[in-house]
């Protein structure tokens, strides 16, 4: 008797241990669906989307480009589900800044140019700058000239640094000075990096002033002294503007170097979904949004299920259209 009953028992939990393992191997599908009222909607009207089913997480993207809403929206960023993965598009990129000189005879006995490097290896000291290789682009900027009042800003200018696109380059401001007189500096503000291209509305800031925080400087006084302790006022200064000015006495050619971080020129910032619906939470009823300028948008929900086997992933289009009031 007893052997029959072990007979029997084994194969039994042997199909119900398949149905545990076949339970936790597995990872459900999304049931999220989600609907609208209508599908035409007028700006600044609040749209209503409506969620029905399970998951572990909803993430919802409206469709929208980089736009300004107005004094109601502001700048909206862009969250389009196509464009969630892209770090760069081939657009318009456009440098400019201000410069001003801080002394009255600069052209004399000095001067600033404008370089860019596609080899720049990162090291900052002299001798590294001086490996790579630098093409001088100050020919595409507008700069203080003789006559111009010192602590007048000149503004440099559209630069189109679109030859670039898609390759790491370097941006440096390079001032050097004469000996025999007092070696006055420059100022550079305003410095910003636009990428403008054609599937958004505004471009992307890619530099302002305070990109210089990840910026080497270094100086050939510096190289030559050791300890950097005689030379320090001579770097340039990088805040929420760049100033470089050589020896008061003038004792020496003076050379100085400010160089960005490496960048694409192309570079964009991948749009954005909202997450609306974590592990731990319920799937809302809704979700309230509204749209700040008229166009066809194409609304994508993203619907996720999540083991330590896997994940189930669902992806819903929705085609809304935003008319004029």
């Known amino acids: 008797m007893r052997k029959n009953i072990i007979k029997i028992l084994f194969p039994a939990l042997v199909a119900a241990s398949a149905v ?27 749209v209503r989307f409506h969620f029905s089913g399970e998951a572990d997480f909803v993430t919802i993207f409206t469709g929208v480009d980089n736009y300004d809403g107005g004094t109601m929206g ?3 960023k862009g969250s389009r589900y196509i464009y969630r993965n892209r770090g760069s598009e081939n657009g318009s990129p456009i440098l400019s800044f201000n410069c001003k000189k801080d002394g009255d005879n600069l052209e004399k006995y000095a001067e600033i140019k404008l370089l860019l490097s596609t080899d720049f290896d990162g090291d900052i000291t002299m001798e590294g700058i001086k490996r790579a290789t630098w093409l001088d682009i100050s020919e595409k900027a507008k700069w203080p000239v003789e006559g111009t009042k010192k602590g007048t800003n000149i503004n440099s200018g559209a630069i189109d ?30 410095f910003n990096l636009k990428n403008t291209v054609e ?28 300890t950097g302790a005689i030379f320090p006022a001579y770097q340039w200064t990088l805040g929420t503007s760049l100033t470089c000015a050589g020896m008061p006495d003038g004792k020496e050619d003076f050379e ?25 939470e319920v799937v809302p009823k809704f979700y309230d949004y509204t749209y700040y300028k008229p166009g066809k948008f194409t609304v994508t929900v993203v619907s996720r299920n999540t083991t330590a086997f896997g994940t189930e992933e669902s992806v819903q289009n929705i085609e809304l259209e935003i008319v004029e009031k």
Do not use: M
């Open 161 to 190: 640094l679109s030859e670039w696109n898609g390759q790491d380059i370097h941006l440096a401001f390079r001032y050097t000075a004469k000996k025999g007189q007092k070696q006055e500096g420059y100022t550079i503000s305003s």
């Open 199 to 226: 599937t958004d509305a505004l471009p992307y800031t890619i530099w302002t002033n305070a990109s210089f925080a990840k910026c080497g400087t270094t100086t050939n006084k510096l190289q030559e002294d050791g």
């Open 20 to 46: 545990v393992s076949c339970q936790v191997d597995t990872v459900t599908e999304s049931t999220v669906v989600t609907t609208l009222e209508k599908n035409v909607y007028e700006v600044g009207e609040n």
């Open 256 to 280: 100085s170097w400010v160089i960005t971080s490496p960048v694409d020129p192309s570079q964009v910032i991948p749009d954005y979904g909202t997450l609306i619906k974590s592990y731990s």
């Open 74 to 76: 502001g700048t909206i």
